[in-house]
């Protein structure tokens, strides 16, 4: 059986984000957007029309997927968040309505230190993950 490296990059993208916890899922939206927009940018100077809106749009997509995964209920800081995420929704709109790559570098950048702040805080949740771990292990040593 024959795959296209189309198909065999979707199913390791699905089984990666199958497979990946919550705030890796998070932190591979944001390294994708970061892709995509620096591919928007770089067609839209090149004047490829085509290139730069498939990329704004995808980028577009995630940021709403971001925005609806967020509860607003549950973190104090949410609606900040999500008032971010319309905003840069709004630049990535207008960057692909005047063909200007003023707006996405200006979401690129916002973008880019969300993404740092989510790394830093999806290293610590790993790392609080294995010691939280480890310690039930010792836990469950003593008693034993």
Known sequence: MSYSSQALRARFTDGALSTAS????VVMAYDRLDRDLAGAIAALEMK????????????????????FMLDLDVWEHASTLAAIYRYVSDLLTKANVTKSAGAAVEARRLLAELGDAFRQAATQVGQATV?????????????A
């Open 22 to 25: 919550g705030p890796r899922v």
């Open 48 to 67: 490829d029309i085509t290139t730069s809106h498939q990329l704004l749009v995808h980028a577009q997509d995630l940021v709403h997927e971001l925005l």
């Open 131 to 143: 010691w939280a771990e480890g310690a039930e292990q010792r836990h469950v040593s003593v008693r």
